[in-house]
């Protein structure tokens, strides 16, 4: 069975760092799709302020959206917050107008939380797995599904609370896209990272994921964390950083493995590109996820049953 390459792009940042970085791979014609953080200018965090973004940037999103390559990433719904809050109606409702103002091909969320009342963190939180969060989620992606006239989907978190944790959500996330015919939107590093801190196989822990209902990729790089001098690091899913040579093997992984895969982003957090090695390198990675998916499409054959 032939099966078409997915599109491979980059996570637009509307910063000065990002387009130095990545202004040669638009002039190449290498990116064919942009993600943006869909509420980047909002204001949904508490302390947060609407943001203007400049008009070079909101001409490459426009572009992008006229060519159906530009696809939603949310960060401040908190999806598996337990409480349906006026933040979130708020944040349903600009969601609503901004996929009327521009074509978006998906959109998607992160799964976790990051408020409960006054409590905010920067960082998803992962919940347990119950009948009663599947519920919840369920829920709060039908509310997505019917903010956007397109597709809607879940990331997969990079913090876990145990093995066990790691080890369930594929499940967990399984059961709440099943009852939305949700996507998942699998981000490699993520599973990576929830390996190392679990002490699991991360190839294993790659394959407890519905990848039937992939349909886009993350890839990215972070950092490490030293809880006490010589303590053993934990994984940060911080965006800050190369793609570690260990993600690769899961990359090709997931490539041979998810059938309905359409697009793949290199991911990277804004502001962290301000030297020109790291520019360099970021460019690097980008050309080496390229050949990746090429060498997968090259092969002809299946891997996966
Ligand atoms: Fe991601």
């Not at 598996?80 to 969601?95: D, F, K, P, V, Y």
């Not at 709440?176 to 996507?183: E, H, K, P, Q, T």
């Not at 899961?250 to 962290?272: D, I, S």
């Amino acid at each position: 069975m032939t099966r078409t390459p997915p599109r491979v792009g980059l996570n637009f940042l509307p910063e000065g760092d990002f387009r130095a970085a990545a202004l040669p791979l638009f002039e190449a014609g290498l990116v064919d799709a942009l993600e943006r953080d869909i509420d980047y200018a909002w204001g949904s965090h508490p302390r947060g302020e609407r943001r203007d973004e400049p008009a070079w940037a909101l001409e490459i999103l426009d572009a992008y959206a006229a060519d159906d390559a530009l696809y939603g990433h949310g960060v401040w719904m908190s999806v598996m917050s337990g409480r349906w809050t006026s933040r979130q109606e708020r944040w349903i409702a600009q969601l609503t107008d901004e996929c009327r103002a521009r074509r978006y091909r998906h959109v998607s969320e992160h799964f976790g939380w990051l408020s409960a009342g006054p409590f905010w963190r920067n960082t998803m939180l992962p919940a347990p797995y119950t009948p009663a969060t599947v519920a919840l989620g369920v829920d709060r992606l039908r509310r997505l599904a019917d903010a956007v006239g397109c597709p809607v989907g879940l990331e997969n978190l990079g913090m876990g609370l145990g093995p066990v944790d790691a080890q369930e959500q594929g499940a967990f996330l399984g059961e709440i896209l099943d009852a939305v015919d949700g996507f998942l939107l699998l981000d490699v590093h993520n599973v990576w990272t929830q390996a190392h801190n679990a002490r699991l196989d991360p190839l294993a822990l790659l394959r407890t994921y519905p990848l039937a209902r992939v349909r886009e990729l993350h890839v990215s790089g972070g950092d490490w964390y030293e809880p006490a001098p010589g303590a053993r690091p934990i994984r940060l899913d911080s965006h800050d950083g190369d793609v570690p040579g260990d993600v690769w093997p899961l990359v090709a992984e997931a490539l041979a493995c998810c059938p309905a895969l359409e697009v793949v982003f290199l991911e990277r957090r804004g502001q962290t590109l301000g030297r020109e090695p790291d520019r360099a390198a970021y460019r690097a990675d980008f050309l080496a996820l390229r050949a990746a998916v090429e060498a997968a499409f090259d092969v002809g054959e299946e891997r996966c049953a």
